[in-house]
């Protein structure tokens, strides 16, 4: 009974260290090899009860317009396919039940489906929305953005159908690079 | 007390009043009820003590420490993970009989894997919700709930569990929750009471999973609100056969006896909810489609409570016998009859109020009648309140003077004094 207790505790503190281990293997790959994306975006700031303080980013062109032909429901597991554009921000053009074979994709879920006449409006749940900033960083990147109407841009990276934040501009600056140069915080 | 009692043994000794070995075994055991006691007051804070480093921690990690490198915040992140794992492993091996140091060792465990889940989000910039976070949480440490010496650890996943339900099902609306979820629960569950110890944890942790169970039943209740209360009372039904099936004693204390308490409780406030015309007011102007209603979870969920009640009295029937169903079930079951009844015939919503307050009210005179006959006070009380709930509601909704009205209050003030004092008497008597 010892032993099989042991054996259980023991399975259960490699689950502990695994499951955590996965995500940032995962990550850090998406990170490291990852082609680089970014979308256009604008932050508002919320706050997570165990992780702090983070920016909720608000993207632009994350709804989609398919025709009525094709039955998709909320909170579906899909594809989105993104490409970039010429002005150099990327934009989510398609959505696919299939896994692509090639191109830029992420994994995510359909947050609403809004039929619009003989097309259906798809918003999408973003994987990436959300920039984990320090306590007091946090509100001030959202105060930024609203005051001085300053443009902002998330940088992503994409590695088979994950896609991982890896910073957030303002001003063609990383947010902590930005507030080191102005000497706050 | 025990130090007379212990100053007094050398002189009962030289007197002969005890022998020598009666006075050994009365030192032993005055030593051995301290010990305990230290011993209790010792867990209760150093469970208070783990709980509190274990928020601690994960508040300071809220803090974001985005200063720090990649590799220290992972270092740091994995760090109490490592350490309680460590500890844990050796009290397993050296069968540690401590239980404060399990106890708090567990509990920190619990909270290493929201604290690493935390670090890794706040460095990947991970956008999944709190549900997520939660479910997660919960499947990284619900093996734990086994382990012998962290009971408090199962308090801790039950609550954790009911957040994770509420956040799905009433904050958000969001999505449904995995079947593979509800075996997680029901599983330690199950293993809980079939392993009863009578400990005081184990009466908190029953009391925990009543509360947990009552917040979600009424979670998937989307479209047909009128089933609510029908699937309540079936559920405090549920909760009073269990009570009598496992741990039927009805000298037990109020709170000894969980589910048979719950149970009563809650159904004797499903009965006073009723006793107000609100619930009647909402009937639907038309059934509902019979294709769609009959395949709602809503329906599931009835007849899956239906199915648990019919083999609970099944089971009363065999092991104990009629008297215990009626009439302290018989009040539910017509209850739900008459609001199926009022739901699909046309007739006035004055009927239900007038049957919530007769159930209440008789359901008050019975317990208060037991309760004197057995010499319970608990019985006797509740029988007392839930006369004086429907007594004082009915009160505030008419238009009655004050002079009667203060009476009536006199009256049943002067109800709980004979009733309590003729118990006392009848208890001095036998």
Not at chain 2, 201 to 217: E, F, K, P
Not at chain 2, 292 to 320: C, D, M
Not at chain 2, 347 to 360: C, E, S
Request: overall charge positive; charged content about 15%; some cysteine.
């Amino acid at each position: 009974m010892k032993q099989v207790g042991i054996i259980v505790l023991l399975a259960l503190f490699v689950a502990q260290w695994w499951i955590p281990a996965g995500m940032i293997a995962e990550r850090e790959n998406t990170l490291r090899k990852g082609k680089i994306v970014r979308f256009k975006t604008e932050p508002i700031d919320p706050i997570d009860v165990f992780r702090g303080k983070y920016v909720d980013l608000n993207f632009e062109n994350t709804t989609l317009r398919v025709s009525s032909g094709q039955l998709w429901q909320r909170n579906e597991k899909v594809f989105a396919i993104v490409r970039e554009h010429f002005d150099g921000y990327a934009r989510i053009v398609n959505i696919s039940r299939k896994r692509p074979v090639a191109g830029l994709y992420f994994e995510t879920r359909i947050e609403s489906v809004q039929r619009l006449g003989n097309q259906l409006q798809i918003n999408l749940q973003i994987p990436f929305n959300r920039y984990y900033a320090g306590e007091f960083i946090a509100p001030d990147i959202e105060r930024i953005y609203a005051e001085a109407g300053i443009e902002g841009w998330a940088q992503v990276r994409i590695l088979n159908g994950l896609a991982v934040l890896e910073e957030l501009y303002i001003q063609n600056k990383p947010v902590p690079e930005w507030f080191k140069e102005r000497g706050s915080h | 007390m025990r130090k007379n009692v212990l100053k007094a043994l050398p002189e009962l000794l030289s007197q002969g009043v005890i022998d020598e070995a009666t006075a050994k075994k009365i030192e032993a055991y005055y030593l051995d009820t301290t010990t305990t006691g230290s011993q209790k007051i010792l867990l209760i804070f150093a469970i208070l003590g783990a709980l509190l480093v274990g928020m601690g921690i994960i508040l300071i990690i809220a803090h974001n420490w985005d200063s720090l490198s990649t590799a220290a915040r992972l270092v740091l992140s994995f760090t109490p993970l490592f350490l309680t794992q460590l500890l844990l492993i050796y009290f397993w091996i050296k069968k540690s009989s401590s239980q404060p140091l399990t106890e708090s060792v567990s509990i920190l465990n619990f909270f290493a894997v929201p604290v690493c889940l935390s670090l890794i989000s706040q460095i990947y910039h991970m956008a999944s919700g709190l549900d997520a976070f939660l479910l997660t949480w919960l499947f990284l440490t619900w093996p734990l709930i086994f382990f012998p010496g962290s009971k408090m650890v199962r308090l801790l996943f039950i609550i954790v569990a009911t957040w994770y339900g509420c956040e799905l099902r009433y904050f958000t609306f969001e999505g449904d929750i995995p079947m593979w979820f509800l075996p997680l629960i029901a599983i330690p569950f199950l293993h809980f009471i079939f392993q009863n110890e009578n400990k005081a944890q184990d009466y908190l942790t029953a009391w925990l999973l009543g509360i947990s169970i009552t917040i979600m039943a009424g979670a998937f209740i989307k479209s047909y609100h009128w089933l609510l209360f029908p699937l309540y009372i079936l559920l405090f039904s549920i909760f009073y056969l269990s009570g009598q099936l496992y741990s039927g004693n009805r000298k037990k204390l109020f709170w000894q006896n969980p589910w048979l308490s719950f149970g009563q409780l809650g159904f004797a406030i499903c009965c006073f909810l009723l006793a107000y015309d609100f619930y009647w007011n909402s009937k639907p102007s038309a059934f509902p489609d019979l294709t769609t209603f009959v395949s709602s979870p809503e329906v599931v969920q009835l007849i899956f409570f239906i199915f648990l009640l019919s083999v609970g009295i099944h089971l009363l029937i065999r092991y104990k016998g009629w008297k215990y169903i009626f009439p302290e079930l018989s009040g539910s079951l017509i209850m739900i009859i008459l609001i199926f009844i009022f739901f699909t015939l046309p007739i006035p919503f004055k009927t239900g109020v007038i049957a919530a307050n007769i159930i209440l009210f008789t359901s008050g005179v019975f317990y208060l009648v037991m309760g004197i006959k057995e010499k319970d006070f608990a019985r006797t009380n509740f029988g007392l309140i839930c006369i004086c709930a429907i007594t004082i509601a009915r009160f505030f909704d008419q238009d009655i003077s004050f002079i009667i009205r203060g009476l009536v209050f006199i009256l049943m003030g002067a109800g709980f004094f004979t009733a309590n004092y003729f118990i006392v008497k009848k208890q001095k008597t036998t």
